[in-house]
Structures are given as C-alpha cells and as structure tokens.
C-alpha cells in the first residue's frame, strides 16, 4: 500500500484514476480547485479521500498537498487546446507555473515519483504516419506549449534534483466523466451526446481528420505502471492504442452502436487543430511493460453506454 496524490482529482482522468485507486485500497488525496473539474465526479468516493480543495499555483496549497506522499498523479491542467487560443494567460498559469510550484513543493518533501500527465499536442503536425518519442516537438497551440514546458520541467527536476519523473504523453483520451457541456467539450462526449439526442453532430474540417482515440481505463493502468516501473524515469513515453481513426470512423460507429442515422454538419476547421495523430506506443510497452487493455470500439461501446444511463442531464 501506498500513498498516492492524484492532481485535478476531480477531473476526468484524474477522477478515473481516483476511482481505481480507491477500489485497490490505495491511500488517496486529491487537490483541485474545480476550475474545470466537478465534484459529481468524486460522487461515492468522498468517504474514502482526502479532498483539498485549493489552487496548486499555491505553495502552501502544493506543500500541505504532497505532505507524506509516495507518488504523485499530476493531471490537474486547464485542457482543451481551443481554450488557450482564447486565454492563452491563463492555460499558462495553470499548466506551467502550478506544475512549477508542484514540483518545487515535491522537492522539498519525500515524494518518491511524479507521474506527469503531457499531451500528444506537442507533436504537432509531423508528416510522418505515427508519432514516435524522439521526434522534434512542434507545437502549434499555446496549450502545446504549455503542456511541453511541464515535460521540460519535469526532466530537469530528475536531472538537476534527482526527483523521479515519468512523462506520460495521452492521445485524445475519452470514457466516463468526459464532460460534453461545455464549448470546450472533446469531440467523443459531443459526438455520442448528440446522436444520442438526435441531433447531428458538428464536425470542424472534413472529417477525415484522424486521432489515436484511447479508453481512459489505460491511462489509469500506465500511470500505475509508471509510478512503480524500475525504467523510464526522466523520459517521455506515449499512452495510447497505436491506432487512428477518423471523425467519419466515428461517427460511422457511433451511429452503428445506439442503432441511428444521423449525418453531421461541416464548419470551418479550427485553428490550433493538427491533422492526423496516432502513437507508436513501442517506447510504452519494452519500459513500462504497457498493454492496450482496452481497444477503441470496445472502450466506445462502454462509453456510450455510460453517456445513456447518464440520460437527459448529457444534453
Ligand atoms: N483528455 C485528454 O484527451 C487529454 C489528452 C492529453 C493530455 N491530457 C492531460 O491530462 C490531464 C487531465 O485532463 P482531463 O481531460 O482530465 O481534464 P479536466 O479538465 O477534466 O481535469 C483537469 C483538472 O485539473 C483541475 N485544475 C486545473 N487547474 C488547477 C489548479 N491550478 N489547481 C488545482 N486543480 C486544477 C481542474 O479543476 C480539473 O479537475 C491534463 O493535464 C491534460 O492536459 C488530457
């Protein structure tokens, strides 16, 4: 047994790594300030957490947060590339100086590794069919940036401070807790909620845009892998399924799993947004013995069936 913090606790992937953490026994403390998080996602799970809710730009807030902490989860992030094109002031300031003052804070105590969630933005647009570690980052949205300067941030405290770091780089994330309300919304929460409200979905471009689309069930696993993995420590490692599809594939299988028919509107693509993304997820499986648990059509089908007995309140 040990000790975890999990960092945007009540975030979407944050909140899924609570959930297993918890139905293993582990001890778990969450910090968030519920800036994109919700409490409905800790629902059931108070009882068996430490909650502080705090903003981790704090130090006070990241000390008192790492006090007696084995590992760190560190989701905690304002996501959404989108959302940094519109603040680009604020994205950076939740994603690079809160990482900052955590890993200071992390220095100073006995945490014994960081598991830093990045994004597979960084990579930009490569030509190249599949995004491999060593490839020179690109980033084109200032929540690239932000989220490569806490790469930066993290190998340098393993190098200069020795405090062990993994980066683990997601690919389009999507499962349960995905919230599909906002304007900031991922494209599987928007997709399934509107088809399965009969109404079309909006697709930005043309469609045959593709990304490696990855059920959060196996970035829980890999930070778990990561936290205790005797390899990897101060790299960076891709989390997907080494797959892509497109939006068209999506819609496609969407439509085939809730028994509809319903065809999208086109708009405008949106800036920031790269073209194709699939991981080569090689890296992943030799260091941190990595598997795909749950492929995308299966982690699709589970997560469509959350969204339905979620019922009106996803509209
Ligand atoms: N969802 C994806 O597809 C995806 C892909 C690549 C990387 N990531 C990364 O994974 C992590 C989790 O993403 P998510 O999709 O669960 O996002 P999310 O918005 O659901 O969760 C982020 C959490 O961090 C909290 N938070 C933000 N700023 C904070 C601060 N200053 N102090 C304390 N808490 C703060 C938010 O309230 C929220 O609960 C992020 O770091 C994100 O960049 C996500």
Redesign the pocket.
């Known amino acids: 047994m040990a000790n975890y913090l999990v960092?945007?606790?009540?975030?979407?992937?944050?909140s899924n790594l609570v959930k297993y953490l918890c139905e293993q026994g582990e001890w778990v403390r969450v910090?968030?300030?519920?800036?994109?998080?919700?409490r409905e996602?800790l629902a059931g799970l108070e009882k068996g957490i430490e909650l502080i809710e705090?903003?981790?730009?704090d130090p006070d807030?990241a000390r008192r947060a790492v006090a007696d902490i084995d590992y760190v989860l560190?989701?905690?992030?304002?996501?959404s590339v989108q959302r940094s094109v519109e603040d680009p002031l604020r994205s950076n300031?939740?994603?690079i100086t809160?990482t900052l003052v955590l890993l200071e804070a992390c220095r100073g105590a006995k945490v014994r590794r960081l598991v830093y969630?990045?994004?597979?933005?960084v990579y930009g647009d490569q030509p190249a069919d599949s995004k491999v570690e060593t490839m020179t980052p690109s980033p084109q949205s200032p929540?690239a940036i932000t989220?490569l300067t806490g790469e930066y941030y993290c190998k340098v405290y393993y190098h200069c401070y020795g405090l062990e770091t993994i980066v683990l780089?997601?690919?389009?994330?999507?499962g349960p807790n995905?919230?599909p309300t906002s304007q900031y919304s991922?494209v599987i929460p928007l997709f399934i909620t509107a088809i399965l409200n009969d109404q079309q979905p909006t697709v930005y471009g043309d469609g045959h845009q593709t990304r490696d689309f990855t059920y959060v069930e196996n970035n829980v696993r890999a930070n778990l892998l990561a936290a205790t993995a005797n390899k990897g420590l101060g790299q960076v490692i891709n989390i997907a399924c080494g797959t892509s599809y497109s939006l068209h594939d999506l819609l496609r299988i969407i439509n085939s799993v809730t028994g509809k028919q319903i065809a999208p509107i086109y708009a405008a693509p949106r800036k920031g947004d790269v073209r194709h993304s699939r991981a080569d997820i090689s890296r992943a499986q030799e260091l941190l013995a990595y598997r795909v648990e749950v492929p995308f059509e299966e982690g699709l089908r589970r997560t469509i069936e959350w969204y339905k007995t979620k019922g009106a309140n996803t509209a």
């Open positions: 960092t945007g606790g009540a975030g979407f992937i944050g910090v968030d300030n519920f800036a994109t998080g919700k996602n705090s903003d981790l730009r807030t560190h989701q905690a992030a304002i996501p300031e939740a994603n809160a969630a990045a994004s597979s933005s929540y989220k780089r997601y690919f389009n994330v999507f995905q919230d991922a």
